[in-house]
C-alpha cells in the first residue's frame, strides 16, 4: 500500500507538470480505455463525400480555468465518434469507474486538430457551392455550450471564408471555380445583424432595430437591414470585426463574456448589373447554451435571455430534423416560423439548392460533462435524420486550394417559392409551429427526465414558462412602441400648446378669441389623459407578464436548455 500511494504521487506530480491535473485515478482510467482503443480512431476523408447536412464536433484544449479546478480531460475524439468519460463511484462511495457514451458525426477533432482542418471539412465545400452562381444557399451554425470555443471557430472561420471566396472568384472559368461567379460579373456585399431578446439589432448601422417580415408569397425580409459592398477580402474582415465587437455579451455563471445573442454574418453574392441574388453564404454564430442550474442565481434579464436562446435553438433542431423529408415528400412540415432565427434563416430549409453545415462545440472538462451530453444529444438528433447524402468527386483544384489555405490563411439556392397564400393561412402556421415545437419541447424534457432522475419537473411547465418569455418579449416591445409614439404626439401637443399660449400672450395681441383658446386646451389634455391612460393600461398589462414569468421562472430554474 505504501508502494501504490508513492507511485500515485509520483504519478499525480507528472500529471501537474504535463498541465493536467484532477483526479489521478480517473485520469488514468481515462489514459488506460484511450490507449486500448487508440486504433479505432479514422482518416478524414476529404472531397468524397459532400452532404446536405453535414454535423462536426470539435473538442477544445483545456484551459487555465479549468486547471485551477483541478478539472481533468473527459472527452476523447476519434473519427467519427467522440467519448465522453463520465467518472462516476460505485454503491460502496469508493470505487471509481468511468460511464463511456459514443456518439458518431461526419468529422470529430479533438485539441489537435486546427481550425484550417475544422473549416476544409465543414465549411469549403460550401464556398465553393454559394460561388457557383445559381443561385445557392450555405449555412454555417457554431453551437454549444458557452465556453466552449465556438466564437473563436467561427471567427477564424470567417476570416477563411473571406480569403476563399474573393479567391474563387479570380478563378472564374478555371478548374478551381469552372462557370461560377466571377470578380467582373459579380457583386460582393456582406449584412451583419444580431437576434437578442427577440429583437433584430443591425450591428453595421448603430444597432437600428430591424423588423422581420413575410409577404403573402411567403419571402423572408429583414427590413431595414444594412449591406455594405466589399471588393477585397480586408474589406470584409474589417467590416465583420467591426461587427464582431459590437455583439451582445454578458457574464454568467458558466461564462465571464458569454455571448448573449444570436449573431448571423451575411455574404452574399450579386449579380453587377441586375443585382439579383447568385449565392448566399450565413455563417450563424449561436448564443452559447447553459443549463438551469448555472442560471438559478440570474436575474429576469438573463432567464428571458436564457429561454429566448433556448427556444430558439429548439425550434432551429426541429427545422433540421423535418429536412429528413423535405427531399423526399412534402407533406412534412417546417415548423421555420416557431422562432425569429428559424424564420430568418427559412431559405436554408426551404430551398431545394441549399445545404448546411453544423459544428459542435465541446469542452473538456469533467466538471463540463452533463453539457457536453446535452450538446452531443442535441447534434446527435439532427444527425439522425439526416437527408441522403449526395455524392461528388474530389478535384485536383481542391487539393491546390488546400495547398494555398497553409500559405495564406495562417498569415492572414434558388428563392423560395414554397408561400402562403394569405395572412389567415400565416397565422394557422403559426399556431402550427407552435404546437409542433410545445411538442418538441415536452419530448426532449421526458428523454432527459429519464436519463437523469435527479431533475424532475412538470413538461407542460416549462413549455408555459417558455410561451410567457414569449409574450413577455411581445409585451415590451408593443410598451416600448406605444410610449415612443406617446412622446412623439405629445412633442406635436406641446408645440400646439405653445401657439396656442402666444395667439393669447404674445407681444401684440390686442383682440383674441377666448373661447376657442379654452376649447382647444380643454381638448389638448383631453388628449394627453387619454394617452396617458393607454400607457398606464399597457403598463399593468406588462407588469402582468412580469409577474407571471417570475412565478413559473421558481419552477423551472432546474432544467436543462436544448
Known sequence: MQERKLQRASEEQRNLAAGNPGDVDFIGLVKKWRAAHADSAKPIATGTKVDRICICVRKRPINDKERKKRDHDSI????????????????????????????????????????????????????????????????????????????????????????????????????????????????????????????????????????????????????????????????????????????????????????????????????????????????????????????????RQRRTESSEINTSLLALKECIRALDCGGRSAVRHVPYRASKLTLILKDCFMSGHARTSMIATVSPGASAVDHTLNTLRYADRIKEKKVDDTVEKSTESSTARKTRQNQQIQSSSAEANEGLDSDHQNQIHLEDDLDILHASLIKNNEEFSEENSTEESNADEVAQFHRTVKSLFEEEEALLNLHMSIIQENAELLTEEGKLLQGVQGDGIIDYDIDHYASRLGSILDRKAYLIGLLKEKLTSFHSQLEREEELSKKVVSLPTY
Open 76 to 299: 476523447t475524439c476519434l473519427h467519427p465518434n467522440v467519448w465522453v468519460h463520465n467518472a462516476k463511484l460505485r454503491v460502496d462511495g469508493i470505487t471509481k469507474y468511468l460511464d463511456h457514451n459514443s456518439f458518431g458525426f461526419d468529422c470529430a477533432f479533438d485539441e489537435g486538430n486546427s481550425t484550417e482542418d475544422v473549416y476544409r471539412h465543414s465549411t469549403m465545400h460550401l464556398v465553393d457551392f454559394v460561388c457557383q452562381g445559381r443561385g445557392c444557399r450555405a449555412t454555417v451554425f457554431a453551437y454549444g455550450q458557452t465556453g466552449s470555443g465556438k466564437t473563436y471557430t467561427m471567427n477564424a472561420i470567417q476570416t477563411m471564408v473571406a480569403e476563399d471566396i474573393f479567391l474563387l472568384l479570380s478563378k472564374h472559368g478555371s478548374a478551381v471555380n469552372e462557370g461560377g461567379c466571377s470578380i467582373e460579373d459579380t457583386t460582393v456585399t456582406v449584412a451583419f445583424f444580431e437576434l437578442y431578446g427577440g429583437r433584430v439589432q443591425d450591428l453595421l448601422n448603430n444597432r437600428h432595430r430591424l423588423k422581420v417580415l413575410e409577404d403573402g408569397k411567403g419571402e423572408v425580409v429583414v427590413s431595414g437591414l444594412e449591406e455594405f459592398e466589399v471588393n477585397d477580402p480586408k474589406q470584409l474582415l474589417e467590416l465583420i470585426d467591426s461587427a464582431n465587437r459590437k455583439r451582445t455579451t454578458h457574464a454568467t455563471e458558466a461564462n465571464d463574456t458569454s455571448s448573449r445573442s444570436h449573431a448571423i454574418c451575411q455574404i452574399l453574392l450579386r449579380d453587377s448589373e441586375s443585382s439579383k441574388l447568385r449565392g448566399k453564404l450565413s455563417l450563424v454564430d449561436l448564443a452559447g447554451s447553459e443549463r438551469g442550474s448555472d442560471t438559478k442565481s440570474h436575474n
